[in-house]
């Protein structure tokens, strides 16, 4: 039996039927310094809540899945130290061990499908390394957009990775990728990229319906719907490229791979950019935050 808890907030809105939007919580172990990690989740969740839904950061501690937080819970993770980063591989093991973790993208999309959510707001979704060719470095939440029925809003992919090969894995798997609102598809800091995307919405009502019409059509898997980063607060393509070429020839010149990875390259981005990267990662996910809880309202009306 897995040792599910649900914050208050949530169990009440799960027993009223009101929408409700999973969050994932390596924002807030691995994203960002203490206290701004916690004042960013905060804004996030009461984003959530001023936009007609409730939200549910989750994450494993001491052995027990939490699907949301308290306000004690969540700022005794924000200034944890050495705590684990869980993707699909890891979750159950740190469950059954006692650990406690941080839930990347598929972790959270696993615990969230498992606690009934449909919809999470992340930052951006992980992908296809550069030089996969070579590394076969892929982030296991492209798979788990593939299988776990989970609505994902982001700002694309972390402009970090390979942008085309991330969109031919997404396509290859079959999972449907919808730029909200343009034709181009989002990359994380900048609005745009050179990517056509395979899909456009411009409504959040279309958004919910696809949602349940694949769970009609019984099709597995998510969508992952690509919001663009609000205007004011993105940094152009052209500024960002040069900066991700020098973070990304220092991670190799120092031998760091795997999981270490995202973290290096969006801490030395955030130096390079003199802290203008993590401004633009906050206004994004904010941004998130607003689509899935219109996209969660709406899909409470919608019958399963």
Same mark, same amino acid.
């Given at each position: 039996m897995i040792p599910l808890h649900y914050a208050p907030e949530v169990e009440a809105a799960k027993a009223a039927g009101q929408p409700i939007v999973?969050?994932?919580?390596?924002?807030?172990?691995?994203?960002?310094?203490?206290?701004?990690?916690?004042?960013?989740?905060?804004?996030?969740?009461?984003?959530?809540?001023?936009?007609?839904?409730?939200?549910?950061?989750?994450?494993?501690?001491? =052995?027990?899945?939490?699907?949301?937080?308290?306000?004690?819970?969540?700022?005794?993770?924000?200034?944890?130290?050495?705590?684990?980063?869980?993707?699909?591989?890891?979750?159950?093991?740190?469950?059954?061990?006692?650990?406690?973790?941080a839930t990347t993208v598929a972790a959270t999309m696993i615990a969230a499908r498992y606690a009934g959510i449909e919809? %999470?707001?992340?930052?951006?979704?992980?992908?296809?390394?550069?030089?996969?060719?070579l590394s076969f470095d892929i982030s296991a939440d492209l798979q788990e957009l593939a299988q776990t029925a989970v609505t994902v809003v982001a700002a694309g992919a972390k402009a970090i990775l390979d942008l085309p090969k991330t969109l031919e894995v997404l396509e290859t798997l079959g999972v449907p990728v919808?730029?909200? =609102?343009?034709?181009?598809?989002?990359? %994380?800091?900048?609005?745009?990229?050179?990517?056509?995307?395979?899909?456009?919405?411009?409504? @959040?009502?279309?958004?919910?319906?696809?949602h349940r019409m694949r769970g009609a059509l019984g099709l597995p898997g998510g969508q992952?719907?690509?919001?663009?980063?609000?205007?004011?607060?993105?940094?152009?393509?052209?500024?960002?490229?040069?900066?991700?070429?020098? @973070?990304?020839?220092?991670?190799?010149?120092?031998?760091?791979?795997?999981?270490?990875?995202?973290?290096?390259?969006?801490?030395?981005?955030?130096e390079l950019t003199e802290g203008a990267s993590l401004k633009a990662n906050i206004a994004l996910v904010l941004n998130n935050a607003r689509l899935a809880a219109e996209i969660s309202r709406n899909l409470t009306e919608i019958p399963r």
């Open positions: 999973a969050l994932e919580s390596t924002i807030i172990t691995h994203g960002m310094p203490y206290p701004q990690n916690v004042e960013t989740a905060r804004s996030v969740e009461q984003t959530i809540r001023d936009h007609g839904a409730v939200p549910a950061t989750i994450a494993v501690i001491k =052995g027990q899945l939490h699907i949301g937080l308290t306000e004690a819970q969540l700022e005794e993770l924000g200034q944890a130290t050495e705590v684990a980063k869980l993707s699909r591989a890891d979750i159950a093991a740190s469950i059954a061990t006692g650990g406690t973790g919809v %999470f707001a992340t930052g951006g979704i992980g992908g296809v390394h550069r030089g996969a060719e919808i730029a909200y =609102g343009q034709d181009a598809l989002p990359a %994380f800091w900048s609005r745009v990229s050179e990517l056509k995307a395979p899909l456009r919405m411009d409504d @959040a009502a279309d958004i919910a319906k696809a992952l719907i690509t919001n663009p980063i609000p205007a004011e607060a993105e940094i152009p393509a052209a500024t960002l490229s040069p900066i991700i070429e020098q @973070a990304l020839s220092e991670a190799a010149a120092h031998g760091i791979d795997g999981k270490s990875v995202t973290p290096f390259l969006l801490n030395r981005i955030f």
